[in-house]
Each structure stands twice: as structure tokens, then as C-alpha cells.
């Protein structure tokens, strides 16, 4: 399944985590990467913040409120998804029904892994950062081809997302496809490794 | 040509196909490090899709996450703490078996973490580009290699094509002149620097380590620093080669021999950073400043020097982190209460590490109530560890002495802290529960760990290397 399906908009309430440096210990803690499946992960998305001792929803968790249900858009504190390289972060997310992660900035292995599993993590300026982190469960519209997100009010938040990307998003494109392809030029480059040898 | 970093060299070398504003480059990986925790869903894509490893020869795997530090028992049964622990070990044993990889498993005596196995069997070359589905995977950059963490998804790219599609990063120089003071280890400059730079500091940056104090470290003390260059938001830390690294090397299982040995040093001297070249960005640090240094909240970047005080609280997210560690601003982090010392991990579980903890701990004991885990890194440095009496130290002191593995470093296996246990670890991540559901992790230096199980509070090891001085 490296080839995520298509995705050109994620239409949605948000819902803030507002924590900066949320890593991905707290993501998905490690005892649960013992799975060899990439399914399955979102009943442990964030667990040992969402539930309590007893194993019921700790009501303080912003993704537990009422008002969160149904959400697939987090607008998360500075510095989102830092720590590991373990892609079952991403694969928890979208298993919980996240779409889409908004910060002001966000940690570079857990971006490339997002955006290769079709989970849109998009980066905005400070200002509009806080704006959105001081407005929770407002409904977005987020455009991957126009690199837009859309407020209730009309007004626009532009974010940048390498052409690659935006491309892989639109099209659900196969990036192991893409790479086996070059074979040609890979070939050539492994033959000039061993004749330098 | 104009002046280049030691990046621009290594990324200019092994790019197949340059990048262009519309698709990333394809960046050739020499060496592919593979472990039992983030393989599986990529070797069952290769499967999916008919596919071969392409280069069996650039691929290495190890078991060490999931692995149990207990030994087997009479049977030869290990005593995994899952039964899904266990079948992820066996998946990789099969995975390699089927692909044809090599593995250093059970019955290898090279087994190890990843990165101790690695560089140990002499796998890391100064000059390669390195992968692991691993975050930790930039403390080959010791060596002068590029080395970084993948995800799953592109662990399956690397098998199947021996590349990767990337976009190059900027650089970031950390330039480190004065020598470090007695009782201050390479663990506590890199948390020096992590604490300076933040942990979003190193974000979208390759860091070069430079200056005259990284050229006086060992190769173990450069492995410590560039692994936790991720702790800095950087995905690879960068040192050049000189001859520190290839004597350290030379020899190595699966280093160069003769003739073509003679010629890669050759090429390895071209590996520096060009005179003039210029970096992204450029920070300072006097080494002579440092003193030892440990961690007070719930991130690498949170460092405090042992004998100062915790920070008041920026902001109330800041104030809960403290809240988490029960530390109050203001006061001393030594004399905290200590439950659980842990030595061990990539950070810091080599030969040398366990020499600095085992000096403190010889003729003393573990206080009463600190449970005390000494794991070494791989195979190979229990063995040289044993065969240098440290396990007796540590058994006599008190301490657990285990089979090698990433243990409680991220707590997988069963090596775990129980909620609210204060736990001084050599590791690199003190993210809330990462040693165990709402365990507290303090993260330090061999020789800060050793003086507080010793002390059974957070304690300075200068005091302690003083008593060895007057005695």
C-alpha cells in the first residue's frame, strides 16, 4: 500500500492539541509497535493521553469532547511529530480518522512519512498558527491543489507544499513506482560506483 | 568549483537523478541497517509486489527492539515479553531468510542495537549514505557518512530500489572550541547544544560538528554526539573523518582490506569541508563552559547543568512538564530521589561508556532502593566488557548486568518503569512515558548515572572522581 488514495480536500471542524513538541512516543507509544501490520493502530492513537487508568476516555483530551467527534483535522502546538522515524505515528492518525495536521512547524521525518500515507500535514506562519490554535472547532476547508485552507469567514490561509507532494496527494501517485522506473539511471550510477571502486 | 560542506560532498556523490522543482532527486543509499520494528510492512510490499531486495550485499539487518535482555533458558526459550514481541523477531527471521539478507540474529556474535552492531562490524564507511528505519540512524555520521531515519514506507523504496527520493537539506555548522572539563562526557555536550539550539533547532538541517574539541573526541564519543543530533530536530549529525576514524576502523570485519583500503583512506581525506565553504547556519559553543548536565522536563531540549537549578516555567505547558517530573523551579535537580538507573542504548551502551560507569561504581554499592540495569550495546561489548571484569563490577555493586538490546531505552521488550518511578538514564528521549507509562526519565551521562545509583539521588559525579583523585 504505498500508494496512497487520492486526496484533493479535507472539509472538517478542527480540533487543537495545542501542546507543542507532541512526539510520537505520544502519538503511538512503542509497546504497540510490535505489530507487523500497518492497520489496526487508531484504538491506540494517543493513548495514554486519551484514556484514563481505568481504560475510559479521559474527558480533558481535546479529541474526546463532544464537540471533536467526527474531526479530521488537528491543529497541534509547534514542533509536531518530533522524536521517531516510526511511521505507525502516521498510520495511527489516519486509522483515528485524521486527515490533515496543521502546526506552525512540524518534525521532518513524520511529515515525509505523513504525506507519503495521504496525510496531509501542512505548515503556516506563527501568526496564523495562533489564530488557529485560539479557534477550536471552527469548520476548514482544506485545497491540496490550491494550497489553501478556507476559514468560515471567507478568508484564506496559504501554505506551501513541495510540487512533488501536492502532485503524490492529488493523484494517489505511487512513489515506489516512480523510483522503480529509474532503474535505467540507477543501473548506470551502480556501474560508476564500481569502476571508482 | 566554489567551496563545498562536507554535505554537498556526500550529496553530490550519490545523487542518481538531481532534483528539480517539480520531483525530488534520487539519492543512491550505500548501506541499509534493518531491525524487527519497522521492517515487516516493507518486506511484505516487496512480496505485494513480486519485488527482490536489489542489492543484498548494501543490506544488514539485527534484532534489538523487541528483544528480551533476559537470557534463554534451559530449553533455549527467550523470555519474550509478548507473544507479538516474539512473532516480529521471527517475521525478520523469515523476511531475511526469504530475501536472502544478512542477519546478525541470536546465534551471531555480532549481534547489537543497530547502531553499535554496525559501525562495530565495520559496516559504516566515512563518505556512504546510510539508512535504517531508525531515528538514531545519524550516529553513523560520526564516521563522515550521511546518515539518516526512514520510515517504513521508504525502508520498502531502499529494498526494492537502493534509493530514495529526497530533497536535499540545508546545513547547519556547530562549531565546539575548549576542552571539556573533568567529569564532563560527550553525553553532556550534546545536551549542552541540544539545550542551546532547542529541539526544533536542528528542523530541515543537517548538522556538521566541528572544531577542535570534536576533532580531540573518540569515535565512541562522536557516535554519542551525532546520535542524538535527531534530538535537535536534525536528521543527520555530520563529523569528517581523520585519522581518529580510520585507525578506529581499520581491521573491522567489513572494512576495506589492503590495496583497496589504502585507496579509500585516500579518498576518505577529501571528505571535509572545504576551506571558505559556507553553512545555512552557524552556531558557537565554548566547551570550556560545560559542566555535567541533565535533563528536568519532558524533552531533550529541557537540560539543566547538575549543579544548577530547574527554570522557572516559560509558559503553562512548560509548568506542566515540570508538574509531570514533579520538579519545582528554583530548586537543585540533585538530591531528587532516584528509583530506576538505566545504562544502556545507541547513546551510550559501548565499551567505553560502561567503563565510565563501572570506575564510579567499583567498591560501591547501588543504594538499597534503586533497581540498577547495565545492558551493554551488542555481543561484542559484553564480551570485551567481561573479559575486562566490568560485569563483575556492576554485579557487585548491585546492579543487573543483561543481554545486549535496546532494553529500556524505548521499553518494548518488557525493561520498563513503573508510573511515577524516577528513572536517571543514559538514553536520548525522555518524552513522557517512554520507559514505562508515566515513568519519569532523566537523561544523562554514564557518570551521572553511576553516582546517583550510588547515591540514590540525582548526584554530581565530579564529587565522586574527586574521592578517586585524593584516594
Known amino acids: ?10 472539509h472538517s471542524r478542527t480540533a487543537v492539541l495545542a501542546n507543542e513538541n507532541i512526539d510520537t512516543d505520544r502519538i503511538i507509544p512503542a509497546r504497540f509497535l510490535t505489530t507487523t501490520e500497518r492497520t489496526g493502530l487508531g484504538k491506540h492513537a494517543f493513548e495514554d493521553w486519551r484514556y484514563l487508568a481505568d481504560g475510559s476516555d479521559n474527558p480533558e483530551f481535546a479529541l ?17 511529530g518530533c522524536g521517531s522515524s516510526r511511521e505507525h505515528a502516521p498510520w495511527a492518525l489516519l486509522d483515528y480518522g485524521i486527515t490533515a495536521v496543521i502546526s506552525s512547524e512540524i518534525a521532518d521525518i513524520f511529515r515525509g512519512n505523513a504525506l507519503k500515507n495521504g496525510l496531509l500535514a501542512v505548515v503556516v506562519s506563527a501568526a496564523e498558527h495562533r489564530w488557529l490554535l485560539e479557534h477550536p472547532g471552527i469548520e476548514l476547508r482544506i485545497d491540496v491543489a490550491a494550497g489553501s485552507i478556507r476559514l468560515p469567514d471567507g478568508g484564506e490561509i496559504r501554505f506551501e507544499l513541495d510540487e512533488f507532494s501536492r502532485h503524490c496527494l492529488l493523484n494517489g501517485v505511487d512513489q515506489l513506482g516512480f523510483l522503480l522506473q529509474q532503474d535505467n539511471a540507477i543501473t548506470a550510477f551502480e556501474k560508476n560506483l564500481e569502476q571508482a571502486a | 568549483m566554489s567551496a563545498r560542506t562536507l554535505l554537498d560532498k556526500l550529496w553530490d556523490a550519490h545523487q542518481v537523478v538531481a532534483e528539480t522543482a517539480a520531483t525530488p532527486g534520487v539519492l543512491y543509499i550505500d548501506l541499509h541497517l534493518v531491525h524487527e520494528v519497522t521492517s515487516p510492512q516493507a518486506f511484505d510490499e516487496l512480496r505485494s509486489r513480486g519485488l527482490t531486495v536489489r542489492r543484498r550485499d548494501r543490506t544488514l539487518a539485527t534484532l534489538d527492539h523487541s528483544t528480551p535482555t533476559l537470557p534463554a533458558d534451559a530449553d533455549g526459550r527467550r523470555p519474550y515479553y509478548t507473544p507479538e514481541a516474539e512473532s516480529q523477531v521471527a517475521k525478520l527471521e523469515a523476511n531475511v531468510a526469504e530475501f536472502g539478507v544478512d542477519l546478525l540474529g541470536w546465534d551471531s556474535p555480532d549481534r547489537g542495537i543497530v547502531h553499535v552492531a554496525g559501525p562495530e562490524v565495520g559496516a559504516t564507511h566515512p563518505g556512504m549514505t546510510i539508512v535504517c528505519g531508525d531515528s538514531h540512524t545519524a550516529t553513523h555520521g560520526a564516521f563522515g557518512a550521511l546518515a539518516f531515519g526512514i520510515g517504513t514506507t521508504e525502508v520498502g523504496h531502499v529494498l526494492a530500489t537502493q534509493c530514495l527520493l529526497q530533497r536535499k537539506p540545508r546545513s547547519l555548522a556547530i562549531h565546539v572550541e575548549g576542552q571539556l572539563q573533568r567529569g564532563v562526557t560527550a553525553k553532556d555536550l550534546i545536551l549542552h547544544i541540544i539545550g542551546q539550539i532547542g529541539i526544533g533547532g536542528g528542523t530541515g538541517h543537517v548538522i556538521e ?3 577542535s574539541t570534536i576533532r580531540s573526541l573518540s569515535m565512541e564519543e ?15 549529525g555530520l563529523i569528517a573523518p581523520d585519522d581518529t576514524t580510520f585507525s578506529w576502523l581499520e581491521g573491522r570485519q567489513r572494512a576495506p582490506k589492503g590495496a583497496a583500503w589504502d585507496k579509500a583512506v585516500a579518498h576518505w581525506r577529501t571528505l571535509a569541508s572545504d576551506e571558505g565553504a559556507k553553512y545555512d547556519q552557524d552556531v558557537h559553543i565554548d566547551a570550556s563552559t560545560i559542566t555535567p548536565s541533565v535533563t528536568y522536563g519532558t524533552h531533550p531540549g529541557m537540560v539543566v547543568p547538575i549543579a544548577g537549578n530547574v527554570p522557572k516555567a516559560a509558559d503553562a505547558l512548560e509548568q506542566k512538564a515540570l ?12 538530591g531528587e530521589h532516584v528509583d530506576v538507573v538505566f545504562v544502556g542504548s545507541c547513546t551510550n551502551a559501548r565499551l567505553s561508556d560502561l567503563h565510565a560507569a563501572a570506575g564510579i561504581l567499583r567498591g560501591r ?10 545492558v551493554p550495546g551488542s555481543e561484542k561489548v559484553r564480551r570485551e566488557a567481561e573479559a575486562a571484569g566490568l560485569h563483575e563490577v556492576f554485579l557487585a555493586a548491585g546492579a543487573e548486568w543483561r543481554e545486549p538490546g535496546c532494553s529500556m531505552c524505548i521499553a518494548m521488550n518488557g525493561d520498563l518503569a513503573r508510573p511515577g518511578q524516577l528513572v536517571v538514564s543514559t538514553s536520548n528521549r525522555n518524552f513522557e512515558g517512554r520507559q514505562g507509562k508515566g515513568a519519569r526519565t532523566v537523561l544523562a551521562s554514564p557518570l551521572v548515572a553511576a553516582a ?11 564529587d565522586y572522581l574527586d574521592q578517586e583523585a585524593a584516594a
Not at chain 2, 554499592?365 to 547495565?374: P, Q
Request: charged share 20%; proline share 5%.
Open chain 1, 1 to 10: 500500500m504505498s500508494s496512497s488514495r487520492p486526496l484533493a480536500y479535507v
Open chain 2, 222 to 236: 562522536r557516535m554519542t554526539v551525532c546520535n542524538m543530533s535527531i534530538e535537535a530536530g536534525a536528521r543527520a
Open chain 2, 365 to 374: 554499592k547501588v543504594a538499597d532502593h534503586v533497581r540498577m540495569l547495565v
Open chain 2, 209 to 211: 560538528y566541528r572544531g
Open chain 1, 64 to 80: 474526546n469532547k463532544p464537540a471533536a467527534r467526527g474531526c479530521h483535522i488537528i491543529v497541534a502546538g509547534r514542533n509536531f
Open chain 2, 452 to 462: 546517583s545509583a550510588v547515591a540514590g539521588v540525582i548526584a554530581d559525579p565530579r
Open chain 2, 323 to 334: 508538574d509531570y517530573m514533579r520538579v519545582t523551579a528554583g530548586k537543585p535537580m540533585t
